[in-house]
């Protein structure tokens, strides 16, 4: 099977489960789904973002892991394009990130 032929079945495969999951899944929402796809056919392996609305009508998100564990929880926010904007800003940044370690604390 051709490269792009494997990439267009991995996308159909991972949207549509990314949909399932989380409703954020659309390319209009800032390019979530191709960077889902992307990462998808590199890892054979998919976390996910679960978009949440809680009862004042404010949305946060989670970040789970491949296990379903939870590895991050977003701050709140007021629109439904504010958080998804908050996904991106994960995706881009995180991959990014470095590790500092704060040494002023007792962590023992």
Known sequence: MARADRAKQAAGQ???KFRQVSGVADARA???AQ???QSK???GRIGKYVLSK???GRFHFTLHATNGQ???TSETYETRAAALNG???VRRN???ARLVEDTTSDSS
């Open 54 to 56: 809680n009862t004042a």
């Open 35 to 37: 960077s889902v796809t």
């Open 94 to 96: 995180a991959v990014q």
């Open 14 to 16: 991972v949207g549509s």
């Open 30 to 32: 800032g390019g979530i």
């Open 41 to 43: 056919a590199a890892s």
């Open 87 to 89: 996904i991106n800003s």
């Open 70 to 72: 939870t590895i991050a």
